[in-house]
């Protein structure tokens, strides 16, 4: 990525990111997509370093992952077990929400050329701490731009989503495999791509209204059953900020209207191309009769 300091827009929230490092700034392929010349509203600082003395005043949060706790501008965040969570070790991440910044400490190895500390999985980090501050939230779903109408797909590891990413690929958008953004915007739901997906899957930086979720399984045969949603069924598919109360308030919140809004489904499929036509079949239907509750089964 060119220029003194980058800028990405992700998830409609454009990114300026600053680094301090002697070495060049390292960027994934697929994060070039998302490059953007608008201003920035919001500021990433990497910094190839140990963290400063930082003042770690109530310690809140904690897992076999990160011990966070918080400080006079924000929250700190300690990273350990660099094998879990894809980060080097020592790493630190301070967040200021008021500043509408966040700082990384990640000192490079010497013998490394590139500054590289925006690995996938901190980077989401970083991501889904800016959506905390009551933009939007981060899910962890394929996503699908189908002739304009966005669709998720939710499930466990091994569920499906990139083997549902794939049989789409020609028919549609993909706009990520593995994490998507959901944002409310002028009282629609939106789902937008991000880069945050191995460098062997799919991503987009399309966006598009959200119009149905789907809960998936591996089945022999196509079913659905259209499903009253609620947020402890949205919950489990969401990355949280379990580190900000307020954050953790607004995602519950956010996520709640979500599940009232939008239509939600559990969908058993045979990976084959069929279930494409199926599910579109069911888009089909809800678009014609809206107030009705569908279930369908086919081979």
Request: glycine letters at 8%.
């Amino acid at each position: 990525m060119q220029g003194e300091h980058p800028k990405v827009a992700i998830g409609g929230i454009n990114i300026e990111i600053i680094s301090h490092s002697d070495k060049e700034l390292y960027f994934p392929d697929n994060y070039h997509r998302f490059a953007t010349d608008e201003k920035a509203e919001a500021f990433l600082h990497v910094w190839d370093c140990d963290a400063p003395h930082l003042l770690l005043e109530e310690k809140g949060f904690s897992s076999s992952s990160i011990t966070a706790y918080r400080s006079d501008q924000g929250f700190i965040i300690l990273f350990h077990m660099p094998g879990m969570t894809g980060t080097p070790p020592g790493t630190v991440v301070k967040i200021s929400p008021h500043l509408k910044s966040v700082d990384v400490y990640a000192k490079s190895p010497r013998n490394q050329q590139y500054f590289h500390p925006l690995t996938r999985l901190l980077f989401r980090f970083v991501i889904v701490s800016i959506l905390s501050w009551g933009l939007g939230v981060m899910v962890h779903a394929s996503g699908i731009n189908d002739n304009g109408g966005g669709m998720l797909f939710a499930g466990v590891s091994g569920a499906g989503k990139s083997t549902l990413a794939a049989l789409w690929k020609d028919r549609g958008t993909i706009l990520s495999e593995d994490a998507v953004i959901v944002r409310k915007r002028e009282e629609r739901f939106w789902v937008y791509g991000t880069p945050l997906v191995s460098d062997f899957q799919l991503s987009s930086q399309d966006m598009c209204p959200l119009e149905g979720i789907y809960f998936i399984e591996h089945a022999q045969i196509n079913t659905l059953v259209q499903e009253k949603c609620s947020l402890s069924d949205m919950l489990p598919h969401t990355f949280c900020p379990a580190w900000d109360v307020s954050g953790m308030q607004f995602t519950m919140d956010f996520l709640s209207k979500l599940a009232k809004k939008i239509p939600c489904y559990k969908l058993g499929f045979a990976p084959d191309e069929r279930v494409v036509d199926f599910v579109r079949k069911v888009n089909k239907l809800r678009m014609s009769c809206p107030e009705k509750r569908h279930s369908l089964t086919r081979c």
